[in-house]
């Protein structure tokens, strides 16, 4: 006899309206001085459910695979139950890196869907813009990422920190996630990648394998949570959100 939750995870797949969502949160956190930072608080609501909801209360979204770390699967499965995160159909272990994880994300796409995005479970922020932006792009591309126009100056150095030249920040844009790529294209890419550990994002892969990738209009508060006073930043930009 199937559990609650297992029927509940299986009504959440079947949902063929709009496309799938890996979430990866299966990180370390070692910036966070011992601070899980799936679990802290943003606004009273924790960084991961604030992700989740996200992705719940957009239309663009069939369903969302969430991938955390072995010890985390059990208090995820509460915590989401808890929130009524109805789009979950899968909690998945993660890997040795985000590559990885991804990839285990990815064996529990259904075999029907074309595309799916990938998203950072440390970025609470994502906007219903964002997200839309990143899934219009994937009708003519095979890769699609968002991101936000450089505004310091960027400057490339040596190994003992002494600059070689100066970037040309007019071309250069800072990459953020939802990230969209065809399946099984994306599949492909994965193929002719020799080592995954070395690529630091989903595009970067399709990149490498030869595929056009689409950047798309991002969003400067969609930050990633990497150190706690990112969470103070998180909190400042919600409580500004909601006066707007």
């Given at each position: 006899?199937?559990?609650?939750?297992?029927?509940?995870?299986?009504?959440?797949?079947?949902?063929?309206?709009?496309?799938?969502?890996?979430?990866?949160?299966?990180?370390?956190?070692?910036?966070?001085?011992?601070?899980?930072?799936?679990?802290?608080?943003?606004?009273?609501?924790?960084?991961?459910?604030?992700?989740?909801?996200?992705?719940?209360?957009?239309?663009?979204?069939?369903?969302?695979?969430?991938?955390?770390?072995?010890?985390?699967?059990?208090?995820?499965?509460?915590?989401?139950?808890?929130?009524?995160?109805?789009?979950?159909?899968?909690?998945?272990?993660?890997?040795?890196?985000?590559?990885?994880?991804?990839?285990?994300?990815?064996?529990?796409?259904?075999?029907?869907?074309?595309?799916?995005?990938?998203?950072?479970?440390?970025?609470?922020?994502?906007?219903?813009?964002?997200?839309?932006?990143?899934?219009?792009?994937l009708k003519n591309y095979s890769a699609?990422?968002?991101?936000?126009?450089?505004?310091?100056?960027?400057?490339?150095?040596?190994?003992?920190?002494?600059?070689?030249?100066?970037?040309?920040?007019?071309?250069?844009?800072?990459?953020?996630?939802?990230?969209?790529?065809?399946?099984?294209?994306?599949?492909?890419?994965?193929?002719?990648?020799?080592?995954?550990?070395?690529?630091?994002?989903?595009?970067?892969?399709?990149?490498?394998?030869?595929?056009?990738?689409?950047?798309?209009?991002?969003?400067?508060?969609?930050?990633?949570?990497?150190?706690?006073?990112?969470?103070?930043?998180?909190?400042?930009?919600?409580?500004?959100?909601?006066?707007e």
């Open positions: 006899m199937k559990t609650e939750t297992a029927l509940k995870y299986e009504i959440a797949a079947k949902n063929k309206k709009g496309i799938p969502v890996i979430i990866v949160a299966a990180g370390n956190f070692t910036r966070m001085q011992g601070v899980n930072k799936q679990l802290a608080e943003i606004g009273g609501v924790p960084v991961i459910i604030r992700t989740l909801m996200a992705f719940e209360n957009s239309n663009e979204i069939s369903n969302i695979i969430l991938v955390v770390r072995a010890d985390d699967v059990f208090s995820m499965q509460m915590l989401t139950e808890k929130y009524n995160i109805t789009k979950l159909s899968d909690i998945v272990c993660g890997g040795a890196n985000r590559q990885e994880s991804v990839q285990k994300g990815l064996a529990r796409v259904d075999k029907t869907c074309e595309n799916v995005l990938i998203h950072d479970g440390a970025r609470p922020l994502v906007s219903e813009k964002t997200i839309k932006n990143v899934v219009g792009g699609v990422t968002c991101g936000v126009a450089v505004v310091d100056t960027v400057k490339e150095i040596d190994a003992d920190g002494k600059v070689l030249k100066t970037l040309d920040r007019s071309s250069l844009i800072a990459v953020q996630t939802p990230q969209g790529v065809r399946v099984a294209d994306y599949k492909l890419a994965i193929e002719k990648a020799e080592d995954l550990s070395l690529f630091t994002d989903d595009t970067s892969i399709m990149e490498n394998a030869g595929f056009e990738v689409l950047t798309v209009e991002g969003d400067r508060k969609n930050i990633k949570i990497t150190t706690l006073s990112d969470i103070a930043l998180a909190s400042a930009l919600l409580e500004e959100e909601k006066c």
